[in-house]
């Protein structure tokens, strides 16, 4: 079973046994990321979950491109039309990707549903929102999109909202993503994974692989999950 490195997580850290995703990337510079991790990332002892509004803060494509690590897949996200083309055309054709259609902190973020379609053929793996619709899920498989990561954070007045509040989302997906794809979809699910029994919770109902962010906070309990899967 593949194990990812939720991004940004994936930026910093490369193990032997996981998949490390890079980025997320926007065709141009989005600085302050550090910045915005002191003044946003919080964790809420009354929800129990994460919250932050890093809003996709990234150095750019071009210098993605340039820090990209053989074996990790590079994660880009579009904000407007023209990026889908810009993205296509610069970035090499054997880079695995994670297209991130769900970032929870950008008024104006949606899916675009033709800019998508060209990269069906490079077989990207797509991160979805916790609350996408059925409606969406279907206009995406009906693209011929078949590799999907649930779920990204969900968007609250406080900023994206992670951990295991996103665990129903997460596994309502997986379980309609399955049901409609078959053995021919290829699902990955994160949000809130903690400990052996979440993975095994997301694997009953679907999950070909997980992606741990949340345990990335706690570096000790992240190497025991690893290893314990």
Known sequence: MDIYIAAPFGNYIHTRKTISV????????????????????????????????????????????????????????????????????????????????????????????????????????????PDITREYLDKLMDMGFTRFHCSNTLKTERGGRSGQIIMPYTINNIMFLRQQLGQVGYLIAGGGIMNETDVERYITVGADAVSIGSACFNPFRMIKLINTI
């Open 22 to 129: 890079h980025g997320t990337f926007t065709v141009d510079a989005r600085p302050g990321r550090i910045k915005q991790i002191v003044k946003t990332l919080r964790y809420s002892f009354r929800d129990r979950c994460w919250y932050n509004k890093l809003g996709l803060r990234n150095p750019g494509i071009e210098k993605g491109l340039k820090q990209y690590r053989e074996g990790t897949v590079l994660s880009i996200g579009a904000l407007e039309r023209k990026d889908y083309d810009i993205f296509n055309a610069i970035i090499p054709k054997d880079i695995p990707l994670e297209i991130n259609i769900s970032c929870p902190n950008l008024d104006h973020y949606s899916i675009d549903f033709e800019g998508l379609p060209q990269f069906v053929s490079r077989n990207p793996i797509l991160k979805l929102t």
